[in-house]
């Protein structure tokens, strides 16, 4: 029997040996075996290799029929391959269908394929290949006039899966966790985070829940959270990595008339499993952090600065609590926060082209969940109304722009969707305290539901003296202490550029997003 080491020594030679005799086109490569070795050995090395951008299919162009153009790329496995486009009418139809020409040559390896996806506004389907030849894809007949005239202008657009099939399924491994509710779902968050942002989990001495004297949290003062498993904790978890967020969610506190301290946020989710704003008093949400919240959220509180605090109107606040108290979460314009700029908001492979076709291939399995997302806001965008997606790519197609433009269009705070005003988690805070008045005139020229977590707080909003936290804000065991209050958690929570930027006039509307550094322009 072959044992451990001697399987790991073959394979490193056949690497090595690929990598020095170019010319020599080896039998296999490590990528394309490895998935069929015992588990043990295969998965650390695969890791190695792939990650969970593998995930993501790369646009390599369009294949079109104007002027007999013809499209050339480098693909994972075959180094070189051509696209391109015919009519034909071969089901005798109205508009006609097309066969798209893919013409594949010079494989790295004798075992290895490209996996492909193809799409138009209103289909998509994918392809692989293994044999050096050409192949061809039969779209039968266009869908209708408006597939008919796209196509005509802008062509079939192609994908390639980076990582090959092998790869992609690798990939998954590292991504799939992310999603569950257990230990090794916690370990595969922090582990991405670590990986794709540089992110650092340094364990707190204990106690990791704080005791809270709730008298020193007063009205504006912000929460925020950073969960680290399940469901949400996946989401978050990719959310950081597109935004640059050190949190994924956020609260604010509310104290009434009468000094009973609440929280408000947008994302609560009530009895039905739904989403909305919510008011809930602090024992309970505090309760539910600690008690029922299964994400093991690490939290911080950001107490106001005692300037704002001064000038925050909490009668104000509490009306703007009030008028939004049980709206759904703000998800018309979650992703237009992050997308601020044509290509500077994609982490590689991203881009403007997949953002389309994955939106297409949701609008086809979730039409109306996909409305919600993102149609509605689209329209408002174009100045249309109703349009579908397909209808909206045809139509930027017509105006001489790119979906990659309509996408950084800023949102309007006062832009009003069929079930009201739409706010993510920090949106529906940054409304407040417009409300309250803690942007004064500049009230009027920022569009809060343009902000990311980050980007709320890297604001000058917070306390910046650490004499006048509260007593009970750092652990006493604790040598590193923070400018802020983490409340929760077993990790130090970390909010690079914390408290650290003046507002100004439309801030937030056109900035990258580029990870892992995260770099911004001044005053964009």
């Not at 109107?313 to 703007?320: D, G, K, L, R, V």
Request: aromatic share 12%; glycine share 6%; hydrophobic share 40%.
């Amino acid at each position: 029997m072959i044992k451990t080491h001697q399987i790991l020594s073959l394979l490193l030679a056949v690497l090595i040996g690929t990598q020095k005799v170019q010319a020599f086109k080896a039998p296999f490569r490590p990528g394309d075996v490895l998935p069929i070795l015992p588990r043990q050995i295969s998965w650390p090395i695969l890791n190695r290799l792939n990650n969970a951008a593998d995930l993501l299919p790369s646009f390599v162009g369009a294949a079109s029929v104007s002027n007999n153009s013809v499209l050339n790329w480098k693909g994972s496995c075959f180094y070189n391959n051509t696209a391109w486009l015919v009519f034909h009418n071969n089901s005798g139809t109205q508009f006609g269908g097309g066969t798209l020409h893919i013409k594949v040559s010079k494989a790295h390896s004798w075992t290895c394929m490209d996996l492909y996806v193809f799409a138009t506004p209103y289909r998509v389907t994918w392809d692989y290949y293994i044999l050096s030849r050409e192949h061809t894809l039969d779209f039968k007949e266009w869908e209708s006039q408006a597939e008919f005239e796209y196509v005509k202008n802008r062509g079939v657009s192609i994908f390639l899966m980076q990582a090959g099939m092998l790869g992609t399924l690798q990939a998954m491994w590292e991504v799939v966790p992310l999603f569950t509710n257990t230990k090794w779902g916690e370990s595969a968050n922090l582990a991405f985070l670590e990986k794709h942002m540089g992110a650092t989990f340094e364990e707190r001495p204990q106690p990791w829940i704080t005791n809270i004297t709730i008298e020193d949290i007063h009205s504006g003062d912000f929460l925020a959270l950073s969960k680290i498993r399940g469901l949400w904790g996946g989401f978050e978890t990719l959310e950081k990595w597109v935004t640059g967020s050190y949190a994924g969610h956020t609260a604010v506190c509310l104290r009434d008339s009468e000094g009973k301290l609440w929280v408000a946020e947008s994302g609560h989710e009530n009895e039905e499993g739904e989403d909305i704003i919510a008011i809930l008093p602090w024992d309970e949400w505090w309760e539910y952090e600690l008690k029922k919240d299964d994400t093991n959220p690490q939290i911080a509180l950001l107490p106001l600065h005692p300037e704002l605090r001064a000038v925050f109107n909490e009668t104000a606040a509490w009306e703007y609590a009030k008028s939004m108290s049980g709206k759904p979460y703000g998800y018309h314009n979650l992703i237009f926060s992050w997308i601020d700029t044509v290509s500077g908001n994609y982490p590689p492979p991203l881009d403007a082209h997949l953002v389309a076709s994955v939106m297409t291939v949701w609008t086809q399995m979730k039409p109306a969940y996909a409305g919600n997302i993102w149609n509605e806001a689209l329209n408002k965008r174009l100045g249309t109304q109703n349009f579908s997606l397909s209808e909206i790519l045809v139509e930027v197609e017509k105006r001489g722009s790119s979906f990659g433009e309509l996408l950084a269009i800023p949102e309007q705070d006062d832009w009003i969707y069929v079930d009201g005003k739409s706010t993510s988690c920090v949106a529906f805070i940054f409304e407040m305290y417009k409300e309250a008045g803690l942007f004064g005139e500049l009230a009027t020229s920022i569009q809060v539901t343009e902000f990311t977590i980050k980007d709320a707080y890297s604001l000058k909003l917070f306390e910046n003296n650490s004499t006048r936290l509260p007593e009970w804000c750092n652990n006493d065991a604790d040598t590193v202490k923070l400018l802020f209050c983490q409340i929760k958690g077993k990790y130090r929570m970390e909010l690079p550029g914390y408290n650290t930027m003046d507002p100004y006039p439309h801030m937030n509307e056109r900035c990258p997003s580029m990870p892992p550094e995260y770099s911004r322009p001044v005053g964009c």
